[in-house]
Each structure stands twice: as structure tokens, then as C-alpha cells.
């Protein structure tokens, strides 16, 4: 199986900053990357798919860069609506796997 | 919009069957792919398995021996049965659309249910 690392595990960050949030596979995956977020008692969202196209209806603000093993998803202004759980998900291989999840919490 | 529900027992006896279905609105089963993913705290997300209306199916090696999923068009459902569940099958179970983009084979979870606890205990 592919294992997929999220970092920072957890992430304080104000409404109106930029942050980053990192994935790396344990193998090649060319661009077959997927960013959801998900909130408390919900399903997860998709946000980005094949590492840099913005899904349908996601604001602008969202956006996703990388390939091979190393991607990053970056939200340019930070929205209280934005505070989430954020995962990132391979699509290059079956099992298809998630990484453990990247908690951004309001500072 | 595409819309999906899982619905089925809460709860869920030891040694025995956990039986799930995904209803699917706003759009047809006949197209992509159908699947089961589960959450728990300790393991985080994990795909389960897949069906597709031509049958084909799909299944992650750590479930396989225990898990089946199958498909309805004439109701536009689709089912997940795990036989012989234990405690550590106390999960969120969602359904996920599957949806390949043409030309890339790229593919993403782009629709899910809204998820439903099940509880495996005596």
C-alpha cells in the first residue's frame, strides 16, 4: 500500500493567513492527488483533484501544487468557514489511501 | 447535484453481519464507480471497496476475505456486507461516488453520504 504523511499534524492559524499543508506519498504518484476537508460530524469534502484542479463551486482561494511524491495545498486567506480537517488521498494505486489528517484550528 | 444516504443497523452483534446500503439520488448508478469508506479514530479514513454497474469490483486486500458489495440499478442502491465483524469495526461508514476524468486517469471521491455510525457490541 501507498502511505500517505500529512504534515503539520494539527495547525493554529487566524482568519485572513496563508498556510500550507504538506503530503508525501511513499512512492511515485505522478499527480494522482486529492485534498478533501472535512468538518465535525460531516463527510469530507472534495477540494482539489489530480493535485492542482479546483473542484466545482471550491472558492479561489484554495490551491493545490506538487507531484511525484511531494504536494502542498495552500489557502491563501484563511475563512472562519475554513477550519477543518484537511486530508490528502492517492489515487495512483488500489488500496487507494488517505493520509492521517492535518487539524486547522483557529488561533 | 448528486445525492447519496446510507441506512442499516446501528448496531451490530459480534461474529455477525454488518449489512449497509447507499441510496443514490439526482443521478445514475450506471455510471462510475460505487464505494464504501470507513472512519475510526484510530485507523483515520479507509477505503473499503468498490462496485460498478457492469459489475466490476474492487475490494482493499485487509477487507477482502470479509467484505462483498453489490449493486441494485433498479432502485439506484448499492450494499456493503462484512461478515464475522469485531469491535475494531466500530467505524463511520460513508458511500463515495468514484468519478475517473476523462483522458488523465485521475480519479477522485467526488460525492458522499452523510456517513452512519455502526456499532459492533453484545
Known amino acids: 500500500d501507498i502511505q500517505m504523511t500529512q504534515s503539520p499534524s494539527s495547525l493554529s492559524a487566524s482568519v485572513g493567513d496563508r498556510v500550507s499543508i504538506t503530503c508525501r506519498a511513499s512512492?511515485?504518484?505522478?499527480?494522482?492527488l486529492n485534498w478533501y476537508h472535512q468538518k465535525a460530524g460531516k463527510a469530507p469534502k472534495l477540494l482539489i483533484y489530480?493535485?492542482?484542479s479546483l473542484q466545482a463551486g471550491v472558492p479561489s482561494r484554495f490551491s493545490g501544487s506538487g507531484s511525484g511524491t511531494d504536494f502542498t495545498l495552500t489557502i491563501s486567506s484563511l475563512q472562519p468557514e475554513d477550519f477543518a480537517t484537511y486530508y490528502c488521498?492517492?489515487?495512483?494505486?488500489?488500496?487507494?489511501?488517505f493520509g492521517q489528517g492535518t487539524k486547522l484550528e483557529i488561533k | 447535484q448528486v445525492q447519496l444516504q446510507e441506512s442499516g443497523p446501528g448496531l451490530v452483534t459480534p461474529s455477525e453481519t454488518l449489512s449497509l446500503t447507499c441510496t443514490v439520488s439526482?443521478?445514475?448508478?450506471?455510471?462510475?464507480?460505487w464505494n464504501w469508506i470507513r472512519q475510526t479514530p484510530g485507523k483515520g479514513l479507509e477505503w473499503i471497496g468498490y462496485i460498478s454497474y457492469s459489475g466490476t469490483s474492487n475490494y482493499n486486500p485487509s477487507l477482502k476475505s470479509r467484505v462483498s458489495i453489490s449493486l441494485d440499478s433498479t432502485k439506484n442502491q448499492f450494499s456493503l456486507k462484512v461478515t464475522s465483524v469485531t469491535a475494531a469495526d466500530t467505524a463511520v461508514y460513508f458511500c463515495a461516488r468514484l468519478a475517473y476524468y476523462a483522458g488523465s486517469g485521475s480519479s477522485s471521491f467526488d460525492f458522499w453520504g452523510q456517513g452512519t455510525l455502526v456499532t459492533v457490541s453484545s
Open positions: 489530480a493535485a492542482s
Open positions: 439526482g443521478g445514475s448508478i450506471r455510471s462510475q464507480y
Open positions: 512512492q511515485n504518484i505522478n499527480n494522482y
Open positions: 488521498q492517492q489515487s495512483f494505486s488500489s488500496p487507494r489511501t
